[in-house]
């Protein structure tokens, strides 16, 4: 067993090692800070019609949670959709206003 295993066998079974902490709750950005994401992320689709999460989060700087929380907030507006891929290559493209 090597010192950074998570999980220890026991004769009782299976056990999560003592290192590991557990937090409970959501690491989720506040509300004011996703809109201010959201904002930042849409001048980039003003340059660029089509762009991967990578891409997103390379051109604002800014951590990739609050880069998928603001990323999930402009695809339920419909301001933005998913056209493919998944993790940080998943690939978004502007929807024009109509």
Excluded: C
């Amino acid at each position: 067993m090597r010192k950074n295993d998570i999980i220890e066998t026991t004769p009782g079974g299976y056990h999560i090692k003592e290192w590991i902490k557990v937090r409970e709750g959501l690491d989720e950005p506040d509300r004011p800070q996703v809109e201010e994401d959201s904002d930042l992320i849409m001048r980039q689709f003003a340059r660029r019609p089509k762009l991967t999460r990578r891409q997103i989060g390379d051109g604002v700087s800014i951590p990739n949670p609050r880069v998928k929380a603001a990323l999930g907030r402009l695809t339920d507006q419909k301001r933005i959709k998913h056209v493919g891929g998944s993790g940080i290559t998943t690939t978004y493209e502007i929807i024009p206003a109509t």
